[in-house]
């Protein structure tokens, strides 16, 4: 017995001692091919909804608690899918600090791949986008019975051309402060402090009908 152990001793030495090189570079390709996989499969998801609190006073728990419990309303199991309601966003609209730079450039990249949904704004972060086009017109896009319910509360910005001259207006929000799911989170902290809550849909969604259900959860 002792001697298969000091033999099998003998052998593994033997191996470490000209083949360490060749089982470390094995052992590194098995890793990469592991994670290849996993963020293959985590890539392959799909989306359920992802939403950005810009430069909302809430932390990412409570906007986390806020998906859940919608995902939990529609019973899906959001590990089979990737989704986010992101509310760890600050831009400095005028962009003179680098970090509001980068968090502009992640959220319009994003934007960009059709994997945002929908914003929730301040009236100045409102003001800033609303312009750029960024949000989807409502009234053109919202089923009629939301929009006659939601009459009150819709709110225009302007619409400029390539020349940047004001050619009108577009309804491109909704003031969502008084709806009762966002009402009951906000007993914990409100979104913001000097604003009204304004809903507003990416103009490039691909999830339009999950942003409407959304929107109606919220009132519920």
């Given at each position: 017995?002792?001697?298969?152990?000091?033999?099998?001793?003998?052998?593994?030495?033997?191996?470490?001692?000209?083949?360490?090189?060749?089982?470390?570079?094995?052992?590194?390709?098995?890793?990469l091919i592991i994670a290849g996989i996993c963020f293959s499969m985590q890539n392959n998801k799909p989306i359920f909804l992802n939403g950005y609190f810009l430069n909302a006073d809430w932390g990412d728990e409570l906007a986390g608690k806020m998906l859940e419990d919608y995902a939990n309303s529609k019973n899906c199991d959001l590990t089979q899918y990737k989704a986010y309601f992101n509310s760890s966003v600050y831009i400095d609209t005028e962009l003179k600090d680098q970090m509001s730079s980068v968090a502009y450039t992640k959220v319009m990249s994003e934007f960009d791949m059709k994997r945002v949904d929908f914003f929730f704004a301040n009236q100045t972060i409102f003001d800033y986008f609303g312009p750029k086009e960024a949000f989807l017109d409502l009234e053109k896009n919202l089923p009629n019975d939301l929009l006659e319910k939601c009459q009150d509360n819709l709110i225009k910005t302007q619409q400029y051309d390539e020349n940047n001259k004001v050619v009108g207006d577009y309804v491109a929000g909704i003031d969502v402060s008084n709806t009762k799911k966002l009402k009951e989170y906000e007993k914990s902290r409100k979104m913001y402090e000097d604003s009204p809550v304004i809903f507003s849909v990416a103009y490039n969604t691909i999830r339009l009908e999950e942003v409407i259900d959304f929107l109606r959860w919220l009132d519920e």
């Amino acid at each position: 017995m002792k001697a298969t152990k000091q033999m099998l001793h003998k052998k593994l030495s033997y191996l470490w001692d000209y083949y360490r090189f060749h089982i470390i570079a094995g052992v590194f390709v098995l890793i990469l091919i592991i994670a290849g996989i996993c963020f293959s499969m985590q890539n392959n998801k799909p989306i359920f909804l992802n939403g950005y609190f810009l430069n909302a006073d809430w932390g990412d728990e409570l906007a986390g608690k806020m998906l859940e419990d919608y995902a939990n309303s529609k019973n899906c199991d959001l590990t089979q899918y990737k989704a986010y309601f992101n509310s760890s966003v600050y831009i400095d609209t005028e962009l003179k600090d680098q970090m509001s730079s980068v968090a502009y450039t992640k959220v319009m990249s994003e934007f960009d791949m059709k994997r945002v949904d929908f914003f929730f704004a301040n009236q100045t972060i409102f003001d800033y986008f609303g312009p750029k086009e960024a949000f989807l017109d409502l009234e053109k896009n919202l089923p009629n019975d939301l929009l006659e319910k939601c009459q009150d509360n819709l709110i225009k910005t302007q619409q400029y051309d390539e020349n940047n001259k004001v050619v009108g207006d577009y309804v491109a929000g909704i003031d969502v402060s008084n709806t009762k799911k966002l009402k009951e989170y906000e007993k914990s902290r409100k979104m913001y402090e000097d604003s009204p809550v304004i809903f507003s849909v990416a103009y490039n969604t691909i999830r339009l009908e999950e942003v409407i259900d959304f929107l109606r959860w919220l009132d519920e």
